[in-house]
């Protein structure tokens, strides 16, 4: 009774593939429209502007009078922790957060026109004072980077260490050397998120950044398939059933396989299980869609296939040898191909002219 209700079948739960494909499209992946991609790159901009002077940066100075004559040679001076610097017979200047123009500007004040009518003033910056974090992960050459004041946040950070690496997910967690139990983990394909990153506290000494690399697109295929077992392949390619399926060595060719389960985690943790007729996708009536990554894909046991298992194991041809056949194994086959057709016989089907029935044992 148990092998008649597990080659009849029972009450299949597995959802239609044009159900599942329906419930994909009714979930699409959200992606960030033009209007907010272009808020993102301008908030980025603003963050990329010019370089502000901080405590320890050293300016090198340069002042020239109405003739175009240096007024006195080249002046190095360094920001000092309160964001000032002394200049000679001008005094204390404040140049805290300041562009290099605005120092221009101010050291010009300084000595305009208390100490000299008119002047000219170059400012350049000689070295910035670094704040060194490490970036690790899926970056192009991770290791200690140093990053300038303006710098000291987690997107110049993975740009020093050469950019994420086509494995990262877009995934990054940040672990403050001062805080460890600070660590913060982002998005960065997200538009809220990645705001959010422009906004973090400034990046210090020691702070680890680690870009997360993306998991493998790993497939796992099973059941009636020559090759069973896990399939990996590097992140963001995409494999369709079919390919999958090549991949496995194919379909078994001795029990004819031709029915599928596909086994999906959905975001709410429940698993999917879609029924998939293998022979209409390979004739490309059911669509060839793509597996995602963890997806299962199982070619389970039918009622035909292990019918044809069982023809596989009874009946044997030997060249100028008797053939000799398990009559109960005809009317089992016969019972089994009745259930499942509903008219007809295997005996018919496979041996219409009666050659398998008339070797049998009498």
Same mark, same amino acid.
């Given at each position: 009774?148990?092998?008649?209700?597990?080659?009849?079948?029972?009450?299949?739960?597995?959802?239609?593939?044009?159900?599942?494909?329906?419930? =994909?499209?009714?979930?699409?992946? =959200?992606?960030?429209?033009?209007?907010?991609?272009?808020?993102?790159?301008?908030?980025?901009?603003?963050?990329?502007?010019?370089?502000?002077?901080?405590?320890?940066?050293? /300016? !090198?100075?340069?002042?020239?009078?109405?003739?175009?004559?240096?007024?006195?040679?080249?002046? !190095?001076?360094?920001?000092?922790?309160?964001?000032?610097?002394?200049?000679?017979?001008?005094?204390?200047?404040?140049?805290?957060?300041?562009?290099?123009?605005?120092?221009?500007?101010?050291?010009?004040?300084?000595?305009?026109?208390?100490?000299?009518?008119? !002047?000219?003033?170059?400012?350049? /910056?000689?070295?910035?004072?670094?704040?060194?974090?490490?970036?690790?992960?899926?970056? !192009?050459?991770?290791?200690?980077?140093?990053?300038?004041?303006?710098?000291?946040? /987690?997107?110049?950070?993975?740009?020093?260490a050469g950019g994420a690496s086509e494995s990262a997910s877009g995934y990054a967690t940040i672990r403050r050397l001062r805080d460890p139990g600070q660590e913060l983990t982002l998005n960065l394909r997200d538009p809220v998120q990645l705001r959010a990153a422009l906004t973090l506290d400034p990046l210090e000494h020691g702070d680890i950044v680690t870009v997360h690399a993306a998991m493998p697109n790993e497939i796992f295929v099973g059941g009636l398939v020559n090759v069973a077992g896990r399939q990996a392949y590097p992140p963001g390619v995409d494999m369709t059933v079919l390919q999958v399926l090549a991949a496995a060595g194919g379909l078994r060719t001795d029990v004819f396989p031709s029915e599928g389960t596909l086994v999906r985690r959905l975001p709410n943790g429940q698993d999917a299980h879609v029924k998939l007729d293998l022979n209409r996708i390979a004739r490309g009536d059911d669509p060839n869609f793509m597996l995602a990554a963890g997806d299962i894909l199982w070619v389970p046991e039918t009622a035909g296939t292990r019918i044809w298992d069982f023809v596989n194991r009874s009946v044997f041809f030997r060249f100028g040898a008797t053939v000799t056949y398990n009559v109960t194994g005809i009317d089992f086959m016969n019972s089994a191909a009745r259930s499942r057709t509903g008219s007809g016989t295997l005996e018919n089907s496979i041996d219409p002219i009666g050659f398998l029935s008339n070797s049998a044992p009498r």
């Open positions: 009774m148990a092998s008649g209700v597990g080659i009849g079948g029972c009450s299949d739960h597995r959802m239609s593939l044009g159900e599942f494909l329906d419930t =994909q499209r009714r979930s699409p992946v =959200q992606r960030p429209d033009a209007a907010e991609q272009q808020r993102i790159v301008t908030e980025l901009g603003r963050f990329i502007g010019d370089y502000r002077v901080g405590p320890s940066d050293e /300016l !090198a100075i340069v002042l020239h009078g109405a003739n175009g004559t240096a007024l006195f040679p080249p002046l !190095a001076v360094r920001v000092d922790r309160e964001g000032t610097i002394e200049l000679p017979a001008a005094g204390v200047v404040k140049v805290l957060d300041m562009p290099l123009e605005d120092v221009e500007d101010a050291v010009k004040r300084a000595y305009i026109p208390g100490v000299y009518r008119e !002047a000219t003033c170059f400012v350049t /910056l000689v070295t910035a004072e670094p704040t060194n974090v490490f970036v690790i992960g899926a970056v !192009a050459t991770p290791g200690l980077v140093p990053l300038r004041r303006t710098e000291r946040n /987690l997107l110049f950070a993975i740009a020093a």
